[in-house]
C-alpha cells in the first residue's frame, strides 16, 4: 500500500554560518516543542530548526501538493521521504512499514529534483532508461539469456540504435522510453546529451526518468519551473492526468499557488518549517485557516481591513459598517467590542452607490488585462490600507476616480488579531491517524 505518512517530522541542520541564525529558528532545550517530541531532544541547541512537528498523510493514489514560500522546507520533506536525509525526529512510514532507516533505493520512490540531476555522460534515451536497467537487474534472469541473445547483443553493441540486437527486456524498456518520450514531447531529443538541451528539455527528461520507473510513489520538486508558460500549463495537465491513470501517489512541491490549485486532490500550505492547512484546494480558498493561508492562495492576494466587531452582527469600520448574517453569531460572541482583521478577495467587491455599508476609496491604479480589470485603491483618506479591486472591464475607471465598493458579505472572512486565525474554523484538520 503506497500511503505515506509523515509523523511529527523534525529537522534540524547544524548552522554554517552562524550570523545566518534568527530567533524564529533557533532550537531551545525547554521550549515547548521538545517537551511534545523526546526524539527532538537529538537537535543541539544552536541548530537551525527547517521542519518543526510535521504530521501528514498522504493516501494512496493521492496527489498531494505542498506548497509554501521559499526556504519553508518543502525540498526538505520531499529528501527526507526519499531518504536523501536522515530526520532529526519523528516517522516516516509507506503503507504500514516504517521507512526511517530504508535506504533510498530500497523505498521504490522516484523523485524529479527542482534542478533535475540528469547523468551528463547518458543520452536522453538513456537517462529514461536508467532506472528500468536497475529495477531489471535480476542476476538469475540474467545467466538465463541464451548464448545467441548475448552473442547478437555483443556483436551488434557498437551500431547505430535502429540496428542494434535487443534482449526482450530491452524490448520492453525501448518501448517504456519511447512512450514516455512521446507523451513529453521529446521524441526528437532521445539521442542528445544533456548538455545539448535547454533548461526546459533537462526538467522533461527528468520527468519522463521518474514516470518510466513506475515507483510506489512520486517525489516531484518544482518540476515545471523552468519551461515557457504555455508547455507549463500543458505539462501541468500531462502530469495530472498521467497521475491519475497510473494512481501513483504523488506528493509535488511547488511555490506556485495556481500549479497548487490546479493540480492537487489536496494542498498543505507550509510556512516556516510547519504546515499551515491541509485541505482541497476550493476548501483552502474558501476557507483558509489563517492569513497566510489567506493571502497566500489566490491572485492578486486577499484584502485585509482592521474592523470593530459589535455583537451580535454589526461590523464597523470608521468608514463603513455592515451586518454580517446569523451564522456568524456564535464565533462573534467572543469578540464583543474587539478588533479583528476584515478579509475579502479582490472578486468580492463590487462597484455601488453611496450607503453607510459601502465602502469609500480613491483610485491610484488601473490594470487593464481584457478579460478583467483591476484597480488599486486606498480607502478614503487612508493612503495606508490599499484593497486591490477586481472589476468587469467594461466599467471605464481611472486613477484619481473617487468610488464606493460593496463587499459581498458571504463571501468575507474574519481573523483574529493576535493568533491570525480565521474566526470561523473548518472541522479539525488534523491529518494523521496512528497507523
Ligand atoms: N543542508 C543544509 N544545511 C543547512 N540548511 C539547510 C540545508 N538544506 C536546507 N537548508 C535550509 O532549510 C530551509 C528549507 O530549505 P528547503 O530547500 O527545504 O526550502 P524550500 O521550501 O524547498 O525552498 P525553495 O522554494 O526555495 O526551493 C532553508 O532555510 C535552507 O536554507
Ligand atoms: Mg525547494
Known sequence: MAEVILENLYKSFPPSNPRSITPANLTFETSTSNQKNPTHSQAKSTHINVLKGINLTVKEREFMVLVGPSGCGKSTILRLIAGLEEVTGGKIWLGDRLINDLPPKARD??????????????????????GL???????AKKLLVAWKERLLLGLTQNLPRGWRYLSSSEKIIEKTVSEVAQLLQIETLLHRFPRQLSGGQKQRVALGRAIARNPQVFLMDEPLSNLDAKLRTETRAQIVQLQRQLGITTIYVTHDQTEAMTMGDRIAVMNQGEIQQIATPLEIYNQPANKFVAEFIGSPPMNFIPVVVNTPLLITHPLFRVTLSEKWGKALKNYNQ????LGIRP???????????????????????????????????????NLQVRISPDYTIKAGDNLWLSMDLEKVHLFDRYT???????PDQTDYQQP
Open 133 to 139: 536497467r536497475r529495477t531489471n537487474q535480476n542476476p
Open 420 to 426: 491570525l486565525k480565521n474566526i470561523i474554523q473548518l
Open 338 to 341: 474587539q478588533s479583528v482583521l
Open 347 to 385: 472578486e468580492h467587491f463590487q462597484l455601488s452607490p453611496a450607503a453607510t455599508k459601502n465602502i469609500p476609496v480613491n483610485v491610484y491604479l488601473v490594470e487593464e488585462l481584457g478579460n478583467d480589470t483591476y484597480i488599486s485603491v486606498h480607502l478614503e483618506g487612508d493612503v495606508n490600507t
Open 109 to 130: 520512490m522516484a523523485m524529479v529534483f527542482q534542478n533535475y540531476a540528469l547523468y551528463p555522460h547518458l543520452s536522453v534515451y538513456d537517462n529514461i532508461a536508467f
